[in-house]
C-alpha cells in the first residue's frame, strides 16, 4: 500500500515543516554525496603521495647501493660490515659516515654490508620514511659486491674438468636452451625455447650435487639474459615487448616489473647490462633508417693492459650520468621536459634541445602485457630499422630508451670500457664497433677496414656472420658462421688495444669446424672458451695469450645429433665453466697444476 500527502489538504504550517524535512534530506544526501567525493579524492591523492614516496625511498636505496660500488672501486678493504650510512667527501667521493643518513623529505637511508666470501659482501640499502605518524614504510634494495679489482688465480685450462651436470630434457619436454647469466650468489639463469618453462634458475653452489632447476614459466621464449644486482633483464619472443625486467630479490622467485617494445616486428638478440645502462640488439626490424641526430664518429682512448682492466670499467658509466653528487640532487632536479640549459640542470638525465629528458618525456607509451602481469611498455622516438639501443635502468622499475643506432643486424654484443663491440649480420662488416661513452649519443666508432662501412670490419675471405664475440686484455676474439669445405676459420683474434676498430694488425685465425655459438675468455687474456654447434666438439679450449691459436682441449656430447653447444660463459670469480647444449646444462672445472700461461 502506498501513501502520499495532499498538500492541499495540509494546513500551510504542517506544509512549511514538510518543506523543512526535504530540504534538511536533501542537504543530509547532497552532504553524503560530497564527502564521497571528497573521501575518493583524498584517497586517490593519498595513492599518489603514497606511490611516489615510494619512487623516491627507491631512487635513495639505489643511491646507496651506487655509492657502495665507488666505495668498493676506490679500495674492496672499505667495505667494512656492518651498518652505514652515506656521504660525499671533501673531493666528490662516496664514504661511510655514522649508521645511517637522512635525505630531504624525512627519508632515512641506511647500508648494511654483510661479508659472504673473501672477496665478496652482500650490500643491503634501506630506505625509510614516515607520512603519518602510524604509517611507517620503508623499501629494500640489495646487490653482492665482488672485489673485481682483484688479481685472480686462472687454473691450468689445458685440461679440465666436468664437474657437475643437470638435464632437463624429457621432464620439461625437451626445451631448446638459450643463453646463461650468472646471478648473486650461487645462481646460474638459462633461458629456453619454451612458452611454458621459459627460464630455468640452477643453483650451482656445490657441483656435482646440483638439485633440480626450478623451472619459470613466464609465457615467453627467453633468448638472452643478464643480472644487475637484484634485476634480471632478458629478451624475449614478445613481440610487444621484447626486453622484460624482473625482480630477483628472491632468486628463485622472479618477479615481473616491466617491459620495453622494441620497434617493428623484429627479433631481439642479445643484451648486456653495462652500470645503469642496458645496451640490446635485434636484427630484422625492418628498412635501414639513421637518426638524424646521430654524431660523427668519436675516438677511443686505448684499452688498458692487465688482467682484469676491461672489468674495471664496469662502474665508469654508473657515474658518467651523475653530474650531481650531492645527496639533495633529487630535490634540485629539473622535472623532465621541462627548460634546461645543461646537463647539470637535469641530474643526470640529457639536456636535449634545451629539454630535460627530451627522448624519454616524448616518447609515446602503450600497453604490454606479460604472463606474470602487465606494466606500461613504451615506444622510443626512433626510426624502425635502428637495431642497436642503449637504455637507462638507473631506476629499477623503468627501461628507459636513450638512443639507437642501425648497425645492419647484431648476433651478439660485448662491453669493453666505452667500447660495444658487436658480432653483425653485414656479410662487409662481420664486426662493428660503436662508442659508448655517451650512451644518449652513440656513435661508430671511427675506422672502415677492407672498405667495411664506418666502424666497422669486413673478413674478405668469407660471406658469413658473425655470431659472437668477446674481448679479454687487448684482444678482441670474434666467431663467426662456418661454411662447407673449403672450411674458414671460424674464430678470428684481433688486436684491439687501441680500443675502436681492429687495425690489420693479426688477425689471427683458428678453425672451430662449427658455427660458433658462443666464446668467452679468461681475464688473463691466456684462454678462450669456445662453444660450437659440432656435436663431437661442442666445447674447444683455445691458446690466445702468444696468439698460437693452439687447441688445447675438446669436450663431446653425448648423442643424440642434435644436441650441440648452444652458449657458454666463464666465471672468473670461481674460476669455473659453464656451457649448455639443447637440454642440458655443464660445469667445469680446470685441472689442478700451473696454467699454460704463467
Same mark, same amino acid.
Given at each position: 500500500?502506498?501513501?502520499?500527502?495532499?498538500?492541499?489538504?495540509?494546513?500551510?504550517?504542517?506544509?512549511?515543516?514538510?518543506?523543512? *524535512?526535504?530540504?534538511?534530506?536533501?542537504?543530509?544526501? +547532497?552532504?553524503? /554525496?560530497?564527502?564521497?567525493?571528497?573521501?575518493?579524492?583524498?584517497?586517490?591523492?593519498?595513492?599518489?603521495?603514497?606511490?611516489?614516496?615510494?619512487?623516491?625511498?627507491?631512487?635513495?636505496?639505489?643511491?646507496?647501493?651506487?655509492?657502495?660500488?665507488?666505495?668498493?672501486?676506490?679500495? /674492496?678493504?672499505?667495505?667494512?660490515?656492518?651498518?652505514?650510512?652515506?656521504?660525499?667527501?671533501?673531493?666528490?667521493?662516496?664514504?661511510?659516515?655514522?649508521?645511517?643518513?637522512? /635525505?630531504?623529505?624525512?627519508?632515512?637511508?641506511?647500508?648494511?654490508?654483510?661479508?659472504?666470501?673473501?672477496?665478496?659482501?652482500?650490500?643491503?640499502?634501506?630506505?625509510?620514511?614516515?607520512?603519518?605518524?602510524?604509517? =611507517?614504510?620503508?623499501?629494500?634494495?640489495?646487490?653482492?659486491?665482488?672485489?673485481?679489482?682483484?688479481?685472480?688465480?686462472?687454473?691450468?685450462? $689445458?685440461?679440465?674438468?666436468?664437474?657437475?651436470?643437470? !638435464?632437463?630434457?624429457?621432464?620439461?619436454?625437451?626445451?631448446?636452451?638459450?643463453?646463461?647469466?650468472?646471478?648473486?650468489?650461487?645462481?646460474?639463469?638459462?633461458?629456453?625455447?619454451?612458452?611454458?618453462? $621459459?627460464?630455468?634458475?640452477?643453483?650451482? #653452489?656445490?657441483?656435482?650435487?646440483?638439485?633440480?632447476?626450478?623451472?619459470?614459466?613466464?609465457?615467453?621464449?627467453?633468448? !638472452?639474459?643478464?643480472?644487475?644486482?637484484?634485476?634480471?633483464?632478458?629478451?624475449?619472443?614478445?613481440?610487444?615487448?621484447?626486453?622484460?625486467?624482473?625482480?630477483?630479490?628472491?632468486?628463485?622467485?622472479?618477479?615481473?616489473?616491466?617491459?620495453?617494445?622494441?620497434?617493428?616486428?623484429?627479433?631481439?638478440?642479445?643484451?648486456?647490462?653495462?652500470?645503469? +645502462?642496458?645496451?640490446?640488439?635485434?636484427?630484422?626490424?625492418?628498412?635501414?633508417? /639513421?637518426?638524424?641526430?646521430?654524431? =660523427?664518429?668519436?675516438?677511443?682512448?686505448?684499452?688498458?693492459?692487465?688482467?682484469?682492466?676491461?672489468?674495471?670499467?664496469?662502474?665508469?658509466?654508473?657515474?658518467?650520468?651523475?653530474?650531481?653528487?650531492?645527496?639533495?640532487? @633529487?630535490?634540485?632536479c629539473v622535472p623532465a621536459g621541462m627548460a634546461c640549459t645543461q646537463d647539470a640542470d637535469?641530474?643526470?638525465?640529457?639536456?636535449?634541445?634545451?629539454?630535460?629528458?627530451?627522448?624519454?618525456?616524448?616518447?609515446?607509451?602503450?600497453?604490454?602485457?606479460?604472463?606474470?602481469? #602487465?606494466?606500461?611498455?613504451? $615506444?622510443?622516438?626512433?626510426?624502425?630499422?635502428?637495431?642497436? +639501443?642503449?637504455?637507462?635502468?638507473?631506476?629499477?622499475?623503468? *627501461?628507459?630508451?636513450?638512443?639507437?643506432?642501425?648497425?645492419?643486424?647484431?648476433?651478439?654484443?660485448?662491453?669493453?670500457?666505452?667500447?660495444?663491440?658487436?658480432?653483425?649480420?653485414?656479410?662487409?662488416?662481420?664486426?662493428?664497433?660503436?662508442?659508448?661513452?655517451?650512451p644518449a649519443a652513440l656513435a661508430f666508432a671511427p675506422g672502415s677496414v677492407n672498405g667495411?662501412?664506418?666502424?666497422?670490419?669486413? @673478413?674478405?675471405?668469407?660471406?658469413?656472420?658473425?655470431?659472437?664475440?668477446?674481448?679479454?686484455?687487448t684482444n678482441a676474439i670474434l666467431g663467426t658462421q662456418q661454411d662447407s669445405p673449403p672450411?674458414?676459420?671460424?674464430?678470428?683474434?684481433?688486436?684491439?688495444?687501441?680500443?675502436?676498430?681492429?687495425?690489420?694488425?693479426?688477425?689471427?685465425?683458428?678453425?672451430?669446424?662449427?658455427?660458433?655459438?658462443?666464446?668467452?675468455?679468461?681475464?688473463?687474456?691466456?684462454?678462450?672458451?669456445?662453444?660450437?654447434?659440432?656435436?663431437?666438439?661442442?666445447?674447444?679450449?683455445?691458446?690466445?695469450?702468444?696468439?698460437?691459436?693452439?687447441?688445447?682441449?675438446?669436450?663431446?656430447?653425448?648423442?643424440?645429433?642434435?644436441?650441440?653447444?648452444?652458449?657458454?660463459?666463464?666465471? =672468473? #670469480?670461481?674460476?669455473?665453466?659453464?656451457?649448455?647444449?639443447?637440454?642440458?646444462?655443464?660445469?667445469?672445472?680446470?685441472?689442478?697444476?700451473?696454467?699454460?700461461?704463467?
Open positions: 500500500m502506498q501513501f502520499s500527502i495532499d498538500r492541499t489538504s495540509v494546513p500551510r504550517a504542517a506544509r512549511r515543516g514538510v518543506l523543512l *524535512i526535504e530540504i534538511l534530506l536533501g542537504i543530509a544526501v +547532497f552532504a553524503l /554525496f560530497v564527502s564521497a567525493v571528497g573521501l575518493t579524492l583524498l584517497r586517490g591523492q593519498e595513492g599518489t603521495e603514497a606511490s611516489g614516496d615510494r619512487v623516491r625511498g627507491t631512487e635513495y636505496a639505489e643511491k646507496a647501493l651506487e655509492a657502495a660500488r665507488s666505495i668498493r672501486d676506490q679500495d /674492496f678493504s672499505l667495505l667494512t660490515a656492518g651498518q652505514h650510512g652515506i656521504q660525499v667527501d671533501g673531493i666528490g667521493r662516496w664514504q661511510f659516515a655514522g649508521t645511517q643518513s637522512t /635525505f630531504s623529505g624525512g627519508y632515512t637511508v641506511s647500508l648494511t654490508i654483510t661479508p659472504i666470501a673473501q672477496d665478496e659482501v652482500v650490500a643491503m640499502a634501506v630506505a625509510s620514511w614516515n607520512r603519518s605518524p602510524n604509517r =611507517p614504510q620503508s623499501v629494500r634494495l640489495q646487490t653482492v659486491l665482488t672485489e673485481h679489482s682483484a688479481t685472480k688465480t686462472v687454473g691450468n685450462w $689445458s685440461a679440465f674438468t666436468l664437474s657437475g651436470s643437470y !638435464a632437463v630434457g624429457s621432464q620439461y619436454a625437451n626445451p631448446v636452451l638459450n643463453d646463461i647469466a650468472l646471478g648473486q650468489g650461487h645462481y646460474a639463469y638459462v633461458g629456453a625455447n619454451s612458452l611454458t618453462q $621459459s627460464l630455468f634458475i640452477f643453483d650451482v #653452489a656445490s657441483p656435482p650435487a646440483l638439485p633440480p632447476p626450478l623451472p619459470v614459466n613466464l609465457g615467453v621464449s627467453v633468448y !638472452a639474459s643478464a643480472v644487475k644486482g637484484t634485476m634480471l633483464y632478458a629478451v624475449t619472443s614478445d613481440p610487444n615487448g621484447e626486453i622484460k625486467a624482473f625482480d630477483i630479490t628472491n632468486p628463485t622467485s622472479p618477479i615481473f616489473v616491466t617491459s620495453y617494445d622494441l620497434p617493428g616486428n623484429g627479433n631481439a638478440t642479445s643484451l648486456v647490462v653495462d652500470g645503469d +645502462f642496458l645496451f640490446v640488439g635485434a636484427k630484422g626490424l625492418g628498412p635501414a633508417a /639513421f637518426l638524424p641526430h646521430s654524431p =660523427p664518429p668519436i675516438a677511443f682512448a686505448p684499452l688498458a693492459y692487465g688482467p682484469l682492466a676491461l672489468a674495471n670499467a664496469i662502474a665508469d658509466h654508473a657515474y658518467a650520468r651523475a653530474y650531481c653528487l650531492t645527496v639533495d640532487c @633529487l630535490d634540485s637535469c641530474c643526470g638525465t640529457p639536456c636535449i634541445l634545451n629539454t630535460c629528458d627530451f627522448l624519454s618525456s616524448s616518447a609515446a607509451s602503450s600497453s604490454s602485457s606479460s604472463a606474470s602481469s #602487465a606494466a606500461a611498455s613504451s $615506444s622510443g622516438p626512433y626510426p624502425n630499422g635502428n637495431d642497436f +639501443f642503449s637504455f637507462d635502468i638507473s631506476n629499477p622499475t623503468v *627501461i628507459r630508451y636513450l638512443h639507437s643506432l642501425y648497425v645492419g643486424g647484431v648476433n651478439w654484443i660485448h662491453i669493453a670500457g666505452n667500447a660495444a663491440y658487436i658480432a653483425s649480420t653485414v656479410d662487409t662488416a662481420e664486426l662493428r664497433v660503436v662508442n659508448i661513452a655517451n667495411a662501412p664506418q666502424g666497422g670490419y669486413d @673478413l674478405t675471405d668469407r660471406t658469413l656472420d658473425g655470431t659472437a664475440i668477446t674481448t679479454t686484455g672450411l674458414t676459420p671460424s674464430i678470428v683474434l684481433f688486436d684491439a688495444s687501441t680500443g675502436g676498430v681492429p687495425t690489420t694488425n693479426g688477425p689471427w685465425l683458428y678453425s672451430a669446424s662449427g658455427n660458433v655459438m658462443r666464446v668467452d675468455a679468461d681475464a688473463s687474456g691466456c684462454y678462450a672458451f669456445i662453444a660450437t654447434d659440432w656435436r663431437s666438439q661442442a666445447l674447444q679450449v683455445i691458446k690466445i695469450k702468444d696468439h698460437s691459436m693452439a687447441k688445447l682441449l675438446t669436450y663431446a656430447i653425448a648423442p643424440p645429433v642434435q644436441r650441440t653447444g648452444r652458449a657458454l660463459v666463464y666465471d =672468473p #670469480a670461481l674460476d669455473r665453466l659453464y656451457l649448455i647444449d639443447h637440454w642440458t646444462l655443464y660445469i667445469f672445472t680446470p685441472a689442478a697444476g700451473p696454467s699454460s700461461c704463467p
